[in-house]
């Protein structure tokens, strides 16, 4: 990013998966995005499509008073019946939380 400005950094993290995906994800799978771009490598579109505006709210300042970790939002499922379930967090270097 141009500037002194460092893009925000982005962890989503496969929580569980219930049934059969096509894209193999299994739990424990970490996938890093910067700013309001798209994952790192090639990602489900129908599974980002529900974790980007999760992505937006969180790069905009928004925080998840109900989550453990407030700069972060769990569960958010695939469409594609439900059977991969997801997390995104803004990871904060600076106080390097999760």
Same mark, same amino acid.
């Given at each position: 990013?141009?500037?002194?400005?460092?893009?925000?950094?982005?962890?989503?993290?496969?929580?569980?998966?219930?049934?059969?995906?096509?894209?193999?994800?299994?739990?424990?799978?970490?996938?890093?995005? $910067?700013?309001?771009?798209?994952?790192? &490598?090639?990602? #489900?579109?129908?599974?980002?499509? *529900?974790? !980007?505006?999760?992505?937006?709210?969180?790069?905009?300042?928004?925080?998840?008073?109900?989550? $453990?970790?407030?700069?972060?939002?769990? &569960?958010?499922? #695939?469409?594609?019946?439900?059977? *991969?379930? !997801?997390?995104?967090?803004?990871?904060?270097?600076?106080?390097?939380?999760?």
């Amino acid at each position: 990013m141009k500037g002194d400005l460092m893009a925000k950094k982005f962890e989503i993290t496969v929580e569980k998966v219930t049934g059969y995906c096509a894209c193999g994800y299994k739990a424990g799978d970490i996938i890093t995005c $910067e700013g309001l771009n798209t994952p790192d &490598k090639p990602f #489900c579109g129908g599974a980002y499509a *529900v974790l !980007f505006p999760m992505q937006t709210a969180l790069h905009s300042g928004a925080t998840f008073s109900f989550e $453990e970790n407030p700069h972060s939002k769990t &569960k958010l499922t #695939c469409p594609d019946n439900g059977y *991969v379930t !997801f997390k995104i967090t803004l990871v904060n270097e600076d106080e390097n939380t999760r």
